[in-house]
């Protein structure tokens, strides 16, 4: 298996449209490690491009970004690109970490079954708010940066070879400090609400891990 990774990226609405370039991020911390990239976005996150992509690269580690439900993960223009009872198999042997609405909740113990390493992903909803003001230029948006940002620990902790587990607990840990400098009545209004505390505290809670926590990419 090669040292490289595969991510989705679709981009066709807002919330796509902030994944895809949050993920950003990600890639440029990849690449400055010398790891193999294989960036499907826009509309080649498609399911062929995607399993084309997979039995060639056989990526180590697989990011996919888009929208979901308890058995799918999609990609572009909502596309399946992986569901459970269909076409898990095609994560055997890999670490994956699905930011798709509770992708974790069936797919992820199916992904197991069909022999992944590991899933990482939400049982439930991922929610995020956006500042509107900042949707043209989501990369300054202070309020998405909240949400977005602990799932970026998680993934940059994977490609900086750190165990699941740690990344999962980094992760969780950026959700904390976000959830205290909210709480905090020294932070500006202005860019931040308390109210946006127990989204902050749902993300942390239910996103979870099946497989081999000790594994690293």
Request: glycine share 6%; net charge positive; with cysteine.
């Amino acid at each position: 298996m090669s040292k490289s990774l595969l991510i989705t990226r679709p981009n066709y609405e807002i919330t796509t449209r902030y994944l895809y370039v949050w993920n950003k991020e990600v890639i440029k911390e990849a690449k400055n490690r010398g790891i193999g990239v294989m960036d499907l976005r826009r509309e080649k996150a498609n399911k062929k491009e995607f399993t084309g992509r997979m039995i060639k690269v056989n990526p180590a580690l697989v990011l996919l970004n888009g929208h979901g439900g308890n058995e799918c993960v999609r990609g572009h223009n909502d596309e399946i690109i992986v569901r459970a009872g269909d076409n898990e198999e095609i994560l055997k042997g890999k670490i994956i970490y699905a930011l798709s609405c509770q992708s974790a909740l069936l797919l992820g113990p199916k992904s197991m079954e069909a022999g992944s390493i590991a899933f990482i992903g939400y049982s439930r909803n991922f929610v995020f708010f956006t500042d509107d003001s900042k949707i043209s230029r989501s990369e300054n948006d202070k309020v998405a940066k909240l949400f977005l940002d602990p799932s970026n620990r998680l993934s940059i902790s994977l490609v900086k070879g750190n165990a699941i587990f740690e990344a999962v607990r980094k992760s969780k840990k950026h959700f904390s400090e976000n959830i205290r400098k909210l709480l905090n009545s020294d932070v500006s209004p202005q860019d931040y609400s308390s109210s946006l505390v127990p989204y902050l505290a749902w993300d942390m809670k239910y996103q979870v891990c099946h497989g081999n926590q000790n594994a690293c990419f």
